[in-house]
């Protein structure tokens, strides 16, 4: 993996140039902070085999739990469409929803 320190996987330690950049921003937009937060997406491109160009997560609460299910871009992932889009990620040079918001 191209960029990341020995041992490393993923966050700021492995990707310091990337979080460091995305600090600046954050400085830059202090009202930011409290609304987003940076997570990963290796453990279900690895483990679950989704695949974010042709894929995207929809959550939904069950009592005291968060379930999320991966649904190809077909417009096939159900009620839960109209939902409010939680994570983004940038696919092909644009920002597109990656994860539905639990209601």
């Not at 140039?17 to 995305?22: G, H, S």
């Not at 491109?45 to 739990?65: T, W």
Request: contains cysteine.
């Amino acid at each position: 993996m191209v960029g990341l320190k020995a041992g490393m996987t993923a966050g700021p330690e492995a990707d310091t140039a990337f979080f460091d950049a995305l600090g600046a921003v954050f400085d830059k937009h202090p009202q930011a902070k409290t609304r987003y937060a940076i997570g990963t997406a290796r453990q279900e491109a690895e483990k679950l085999g989704i695949d974010f160009a042709k894929q995207h997560a929809v959550a939904r609460v069950e009592g005291s739990r968060i379930i999320t299910s991966f649904h190809d871009n077909d417009g096939g992932e159900g009620p839960e469409h109209s939902l409010a889009c939680c994570e983004w990620g940038f696919v092909g040079g644009e920002w597109k929803c990656k994860k539905k918001c639990p209601t």
